[in-house]
């Protein structure tokens, strides 16, 4: 009955519309700068002013294409006018950071009108420090575009028309606690809600809960420090089942030198993944870090786990002109591709990382990045692997390269990644692409480059390829997309731009094309 709830609760915001959404997560940033203000009351003048700031904006575009229709052999012409109005908030204080960027995007079709629609973007998150030092407050949100199904026609632009495309929303709370007792022991306590759901009826709602508990210290032995941890883990999908995990375990954590440490840990974990009820199975793993300089990270684990074995393996290095990641992990997940906490994109967070050093501060850095897009003429939210729904827990090896150069007038990034996704519950009998296949394929890069000819015109170029299937065999899609985009700034807060793209999809039938044209006016208040 409670997975119904949430299911209806998040369908009923996104069913009520555009407004609600943005009404629901402004509400929360409103609750915090609140709290937050009210801190500052009682605190005084120690603390700095809060700062609050409201960026409201105007997008409007028209497109001509020769296929609107994704997937569609014979093509398919018409016009796309689309109307974006946006607002970027940013609030920080000593004890509140919060960060808002939402857009409504009105798409109406000359030709096929009934495809007429609403479609929400929405990247949120914020922190707040509710009791000094002790209680914390994290809250996030995302609402974007994505398949229904890996197998199933992809879109590579949002205003396509394509069944297999729908709207996910994702939104979560994590209030947490953290202290120190008696100067010895460190303490961390934390819940968090997560809820996940989309406005096709064909996949499953999930709610997620996650509860940890960890006690942490130093031995006499110098350099030597436990830790003890206490987890659990229930994911429930509205049209599969539940899945519990709990784990317990005794860490230990050796710093070797300033820059490099060891760690290892062993348990029991509790969990129902093959079965219907809890089965206890013996955990333990391995991990090391290594941080040789500020701008060069390495870090590692593995652990064995009552489903088998999980990794991750890190390496970020930075210089003052490129960003480099590479990473592979294998971990369990509720929504393949995508994490729960949501991300913009790939090209984001590499910039988000970069600047890092120019900007500590994480909502200061989110404008700075933002600012940098836009200037340079950058697409966000470009990903490289489209993500999917599933109905139950699976279980995803990701290995992704992710690279950027940042020149003085040119930028270039370069982002390929492949997943590697199965079931893992295999009790659940919903229906999703697991129903059929037993894993799922993907792989995909993205090269985009992009200068400035002018202080106020900019060109970019963008290549990508994505291809998806079953690892027996059977094959599934591939698509490339080419596009040519010129950016010119009218004004101090209006540009206007070009975009042209060509999108090819080989599958089982006939290859399809596409081929667009789109003009768009930005223009900020």
Not at 158 to 176: D, L, M
Not at 198 to 203: E, V
Not at 454 to 478: C, F, H, N, W, Y
Request: aromatic fraction near 8%; glycine fraction near 6%.
């Amino acid at each position: 009955m409670r997975r119904a709830h949430d299911k209806e609760h998040v369908r009923q915001v996104l069913v009520a519309g555009p407004c609600a959404c943005l009404v629901v997560t402004f509400s929360i940033l409103q609750m915090l700068m609140s709290t937050s203000a009210r801190g500052q009351e009682l605190m005084g003048d120690a603390l700095p002013a809060r700062a609050f700031e409201v960026k409201p904006r105007l997008s409007l575009s028209e497109t001509w294409t020769n296929n609107v229709q994704a997937g569609n052999v014979v093509g398919s012409s018409d016009q796309i006018t689309e109307i974006s109005p946006g607002v970027q908030i940013r609030a920080e204080s000593s004890r509140l950071q919060a960060y808002l960027d939402y857009a409504l995007n009105k798409l109406h079709y000359a030709q096929t009108k009934s495809s007429d629609r609403l479609q929400n973007s929405l990247n949120a998150f914020g922190t707040l420090e509710a009791i000094e030092k002790f209680l914390f407050i994290d809250v996030s949100a995302t609402i974007a575009q994505q398949s229904i199904s890996a197998l199933g026609t992809q879109s590579v632009i949002e205003s396509s028309i394509n069944s297999n495309q729908t709207e996910v929303a994702n939104w979560r709370v994590s209030p947490r606690i953290q202290g120190r007792l008696a100067n010895i022991v460190n303490y961390e306590a934390r819940w968090s809600r997560t809820l996940v759901d989309s406005k096709s009826d064909l996949r499953s709602g999930l709610g997620q809960t996650d509860w940890l508990a960890r006690l942490s210290g130093d031995t006499p032995l110098q350099g030597l420090g436990w830790t003890l941890d206490s987890s659990r883990q229930t994911v429930g999908f509205t049209e599969g089942r539940t899945t519990e995990a709990d784990l317990y375990l005794l860490g230990l954590g050796y710093l070797l030198t300033p820059q490099f440490s060891l760690s290892a840990n062993i348990g029991v974990e509790s969990s129902n993944y093959a079965s219907e009820a809890k089965e206890n199975f013996t955990s333990r793993g391995l991990g090391f870090s290594w941080r040789p300089s500020d701008r060069t990270t390495l870090s590692g684990s593995t652990d064995q786990r009552s489903f088998g074995r999980t990794h991750r393996l890190d390496l970020a290095h930075r210089t003052g002109r490129t960003a480099w990641k590479l990473s592979d992990a294998q971990s369990t997940s509720a929504t393949p591709g995508q994490s729960l906490q949501g991300s913009i994109g790939s090209v984001y967070d590499i910039l988000f990382s970069q600047f890092a050093s120019i900007e500590p501060n994480p909502t200061a850095r989110a404008q700075l990045v933002n600012a940098y897009l836009q200037v340079n003429n950058l697409s966000p939210n470009t990903r490289v692997l489209t993500p999917f729904l599933s109905a139950a827990q699976t279980l995803s090896r990701q290995q992704d390269v992710l690279f950027a150069l940042l020149g003085v007038r040119s930028t270039l990034t370069f982002i390929a990644s492949q997943t590697k996704s199965q079931r893992l519950d295999t009790l659940s009998v919903a229906q999703d692409d697991y129903s059929t296949l037993t894993q799922i394929k993907q792989q995909g890069f993205s090269i985009n480059f992009s200068h400035r000819l002018a202080p106020d015109m900019s060109m970019s170029v963008l290549g990508s390829m994505q291809k998806i299937g079953g690892t027996d065999g059977s094959s599934g899609e591939r698509t490339s997309l080419l596009s040519l985009n010129l950016t010119q700034s009218l004004a101090k807060n209006a540009t206007i731009s070009s975009t042209w793209r060509h999108v090819k999809t080989h599958g089982a039938s006939e290859p399809t094309r596409e081929t667009a044209l789109t003009f768009n006016i930005n223009v900020l208040f």
